[in-house]
């Protein structure tokens, strides 16, 4: 499993670190086990300790996103989408090989 999360996490760790790590995890696995064992029977669900409620706000748009202009500011945008480098290589991950520069879509609010 480890080594699984490792590869997944584009990680490289000592046998130290791995240990601690597989440590920690044991740890919360069993805090979990801990609470799935817990009788809830007749314990109804509680979503917030306190019985008060928040206002919420319309929502609506406050203000125009000037996305051009944005995108003018950025090192690198075509097509409405901002190119930024890629973060994790795809050998490190297992992942099919991606083109080097990704896109974030941007979304202009209506």
């Known amino acids: 499993m480890i080594d699984k999360l490792m590869r997944l ?53 406050t203000e125009d996103v000037d996305r051009d202009r944005f995108q003018g500011l950025a090192p690198a945008a075509r097509d409405g989408l901002y190119l930024v480098p890629r973060v994790v290589d795809a050998a490190a991950t297992g992942a099919s090989a991606n083109p080097p520069i990704a896109a974030a879509r941007t979304g202009k609010r209506a």
């Open 9 to 61: 996490a584009a990680l490289k760790l000592e046998a130290d670190e791995r240990r601690m790590l597989k440590d920690n995890l044991d740890r919360i696995v069993a805090l979990i086990d801990a609470m799935q064992s817990a009788d809830t029977d007749g314990v109804e669900p509680l979503d917030h300790p306190l019985d008060g409620v928040q206002p919420l706000r319309p929502d609506r748009v």
